[in-house]
């Protein structure tokens, strides 16, 4: 079995109104000095595969076709 | 400072400008362009700014009427439903947005109707939307469509309007080319309305709301990639929509209208502080002075070109009245929103930009707005259909089949998998949910007055024939009204054509409006508001026309609105009409 | 009794929610603004629903944060009645006066939709208006609405008989466990639910079966 | 300044409707052996500061207080 883990982040320049709001919500409770927050989300996989390669290649194919939004974010895919 | 590119006939067509629409331009500005002032006049005089294709034709619409106070040309039209209230409504199309970005595109069209509507002073109580999508086993419908009805729920949902109809049809022929169109109205007191009408000279114009990032800076930019090394950072961005932000913005929009210190407000929508500062302008005989260095920014080094053309959501301009700054200011902290003073109203006429010390741009206001190029292009009559004679229909041999056909079509079935996603019971005030011939809502403040609302157009029917096609939409929109009790008063329409440059489809433009003038001026039913939506193509094959008509009537009494269900067995079905 | 509605930016029933208590109460309840530490004297607080800084990193989560709500925990160990709505029982979650977490729905989805809900316990202030066993209708407007809690946390809400709402007649909207629409802390006096009284209370609204729930948290219930 | 990148995953054992439903949707795609998905989000921060053990500390902080759910979530804190 593979464990891979898919980390995928909005492309530079693209608002991110979720790290906004965060960003301002811990300044509002005091933690000075947070210049930018940037929220993304991961997903943790388990493939049934010993073969590492196509699990890699299986997870771009995935990253392209459904878990990432490729027009507005970037992924990376690494495996365990 | 960025080194700004050469202005080459090839940067010029990649502004989407014609030569003589840029030889126009060099005679404003009695010398050569810079780069910062070819992106505002290639953002003003494109078709969606200037309705340069079909201004000529909009013309001939009925505007007015004994209810109307505030016909086409503002943010939104505003129509008289008595005891003070007044209802504020347009319809906008987010095309092209929502192809490229399903869930954004749609978010974002219905962040900026949403705007329309309270630039004016209205709170908006109910939304639809008419989409239209390609084959339903079409490898990207289904792709387009989940994100186009999550984006809208995502937006109108969180901003807490209610969706209250629209339309849903899937033909191949959007396949490539899908609408998404949306519409608004909000309600107001007829005394309290708001304009982008700048007056007075030397006050203060300020920007509200968010900050200015790269977000929807055009193509353009990527064409001159040379001006600057860092330019993969600088790639054109999809627009994202951030409805909380939105409804902090109208909160706070509201709070100051009512506070009396807003002169003219106008939102910042397509090519944002440009279209926005030029409008307020243009329309109060004045001129404007910005000063982008105190431009709230979300990004380093932006320069003047991109802060002038970006499209950042969730942002507006506003000429105050410069003693109720303190005040204004803290409203606008309260709600955690940007509030700068980014320039002035001046008597010259003159739309200058100011940037690191430099201006970047100055020409005639006027000539940018209301003076942009209009063209009367070239159009035919459009061929017509021949009707199918019933005749020579073979009868079905087994109507069961036919009829099980005819209702389990895509385009036919029930929209409830859709509008079970939009919230339609928000605000309180909803009689008549999405399912019927239109959606009622009550008017607040009211004992029993309410409003309805439907939007329809069968493009089938006006590829077949442009002008009975645009009749029978505002007669349909005329019945749907009609059918749940309410008295029609005005409609809103959005345009869906082609490519207006061949003659053919300008055909149909102009004979589809044609025919939405006959009906609307027949039913007295004015045209207050509405937008059009060209170039509506891809692969040289266009959409079917497609001009959506939403129509907004008044229920005297909602306890005897009509509706759809409730009908009991032993019933008895009546036919009307012939 | 006086009641207070808490207005935090992004929540967008709190209009709704002031209509609703004052058709019922005869009188406006006062309104208390985020950044506020105090909460007058009131018998009774509410959290109404909407999207609370955009529900953005977890529903509530960032409204949990704010001062009001430190002021409106200090109410409900005074025993005040505190009522959460949609978000506002996300809210009451996410600052720790209720148990368990509010999850996206099973289908991903919002959804917006009349759903059948039993009164599970009528013996609560906020359902003493009720019968134990009736079944209501009411509208659901969420994309949070998925309650889940682990195994003890559900044993002891369960043994409690502090799951006042559940969704009836196969109508669970969202997956919640256990088909939970509401429930009570321990004390009984805070009840977070995830479907809307406030926009069930007047023919116009097609019944007025949320109106009792108003009728008992402001104790207007004939003796 | 600091960089750093918070990733907050659910606890082993809580559900995730939001994997589960990725999880079926992959296979949907024809994506075969995808055995399990789990869904979390990661925070990109910056913060004004050179020193990155306080950073750390900051953001252990900030994790209890806001971005995570303790009650269902884990979290872990990378500084870059
Ligand atoms: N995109 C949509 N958003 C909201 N409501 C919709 C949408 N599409 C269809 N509806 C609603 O579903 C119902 C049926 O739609 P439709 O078949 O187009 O109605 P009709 O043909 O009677 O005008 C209408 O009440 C309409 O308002």
């Known amino acids: 079995m593979v464990k891979a883990r898919v980390t995928v982040t909005l492309k530079n320049g693209v608002l991110d109104p979720q790290g906004k709001a965060i960003g301002a919500a811990l300044a509002s409770l005091d933690f000075e000095g947070v210049e930018n927050v940037r929220q993304g989300k991961v997903f943790d996989l388990e493939l049934a595969t010993d073969d590492r390669q196509a699990a890699k290649d299986e997870l771009n194919a995935m990253c392209e076709k459904l878990l990432a939004n490729t027009v507005i974010e970037d992924y990376t895919v690494e495996i365990e | 400072m960025p080194i700004e590119p050469e202005i080459t006939e090839e940067l010029v067509a990649g502004h989407g400008l014609t030569p003589e629409e840029f030889d126009r331009a060099l005679e404003l500005a009695g010398r050569d362009l810079t780069f910062t002032e070819l992106g505002i006049v290639s953002a003003m005089w494109n078709e969606h700014c200037s309705y340069k294709s079909s201004k000529r034709w909009l013309r001939t619409l009925p505007t007015t009427g004994p209810r109307v106070i505030q016909g086409p040309g503002e943010n939104a039209g505003v129509v008289d439903i008595g005891d003070g209230d007044c209802v504020v409504f347009k319809m906008e199309s987010h095309n092209h947005p929502s192809y490229i970005e399903p869930y954004q595109g749609a978010a974002t069209g219905i962040g900026g109707i949403l705007r329309d509507i309270f630039t004016m002073g209205a709170r908006p109580i109910a939304s639809m939307n008419a989409l239209r999508f390609g084959a339903p086993d079409h490898p990207k419908t289904r792709h387009l469509v989940s994100g186009v009805v999550a984006g809208i729920g995502g937006y109108a949902n969180a901003f807490g309007v209610p969706t209250v109809g629209g339309e849903l049809e899937f033909d191949e022929r959007y396949n490539g080319n899908i609408l998404v169109n949306a519409f608004a109205a909000g309600l107001a007191k007829s005394d309290a309305i708001f304009t982008s009408k700048a007056e007075g000279v030397g006050l203060p114009v300020v920007y509200l709301g968010a900050k200015t990032g790269r977000d929807g800076v055009g193509g353009a930019t990527m064409a001159s990639a040379e001006f600057d090394s860092t330019i993969e950072e600088k790639r054109p961005t999809v627009q994202v929509g951030d409805p909380f932000t939105e409804k902090c913005l109208l909160e706070a929009c509201l709070e100051l209208m009512a506070s009396g210190a807003v002169i003219a407000i106008q939102d910042m929508g397509a090519a944002g502080l440009t279209c926005s500062a030029v409008e307020m302008g243009a329309k109060g005989d004045l001129g404007i002075r910005l000063d982008l260095d105190r431009v709230p920014v979300r990004e380093a080094d932006m320069s003047a070109y991109e802060m002038m053309l970006s499209e950042t959501q969730e942002r507006m301009l506003m000429v105050l009245r410069p003693e109720k700054e303190a005040q204004a200011q803290a409203i606008f902290r309260k709600w955690g929103l940007d509030f700068a003073i980014v320039g002035e109203t001046t008597d010259d006429q003159r739309f200058s930009v100011v940037h690191g010390g430099e201006t970047v741009a100055d020409l005639p206001i006027r000539e940018l707005g209301d003076a942009a190029p209009e063209y009367d292009r070239h159009w035919r009559e459009p061929g017509r259909y021949t009707p199918i004679v019933a005749s020579t229909v073979e009868e079905p041999e087994d109507y069961r089949a036919a009829l099980l056909a005819v209702l389990g079509a895509p385009s036919q079935g029930s929209a409830r998998w859709v509008w079970e996603q939009y919230d339609t019971m928000i605000q309180g005030n909803t009689v008549e949910r999405p399912g019927g011939d239109a959606g009622i809502v009550r008017v607040e403040g009211h004992p029993r007055k309410a409003l309805a609302f439907t939007c329809d157009v069968n493009p089938r029917y006006c590829e077949a024939d442009p002008y009975e096609g645009g009749k029978q939409a505002v007669a349909e929109c005329w019945r749907n009204l009609t059918a749940v009790g309410a008295d029609p008063l005005a409609v809103t329409d959005n345009l869906n054509f082609g490519d207006p440059e061949n003659p053919e489809i300008m055909g149909q433009l102009v004979k589809a409006i044609e025919g939405i003038a006959e009906a609307c001026s027949w039913f007295e039913f004015p045209v207050v508001s509405g937008n059009v939506s060209l170039y509506n193509q891809t692969e040289g094959r266009s959409i079917p026309p497609t001009p959506v008509i939403a129509g907004v009537g008044l229920v005297p009494d909602w306890r005897y609105a009509a509706s759809a269900g409730g009908a009991k067995p032993g019933d008895h079905l009546v036919l009307l009409g012939h | ?223």
Chains 1, 4 share one sequence.
């Not at chain 3, 969202?174 to 023919?203: Q, T, W």
Request: hydrophobic letters at 45%.
């Open chain 3, 1 to 223: 009794m006086k009641s207070a509605v808490i207005l935090l930016p992004g929540l967008n029933r709190d209009r709704d929610m002031i209509a609703a208590l004052t058709k019922i109460a005869g009188e406006p309840p006062v309104t208390v603004w985020q950044s506020e530490t105090e909460i007058p004297d009131v018998d009774l607080v509410v959290v109404p629903g909407g999207f609370s800084y955009g529900d953005y990193l977890r529903a509530g989560a960032i409204a949990a944060r704010m001062p009001v709500l430190q002021a409106v925990r200090e109410k409900a160990e005074k025993g005040v009645r505190v009522l959460g709505v949609c978000n506002g029982f996300q809210i009451l979650i996410e600052a720790g006066l209720l148990p368990g977490a509010l999850m996206r729905n099973a289908s991903l989805r919002f959804v917006c939709r009349e759903v059948r809900l039993r009164i599970e316990n009528a013996d609560t202030v906020f359902t003493q208006a009720y019968e134990a066993g009736q079944v209501l209708t009411c509208p659901v407007a969420h994309h949070d609405g998925n309650y889940i809690v682990d195994k003890a946390g559900l044993k002891r809400l369960q043994d409690d008989d502090r799951i006042v709402l559940r969704y009836a007649d196969g109508t669970n909207p969202n997956g919640s466990l256990d088909d939970i629409a509401g429930i009570v802390n321990e004390a009984g006096n805070v009840l977070g639910m995830m479907p809307h009284p406030e926009n069930r209370i007047e023919p116009a609204h097609g019944g007025r079966d949320g109106r009792a729930l108003f009728a008992s948290a402001l104790d207007m219930v004939a003796a």
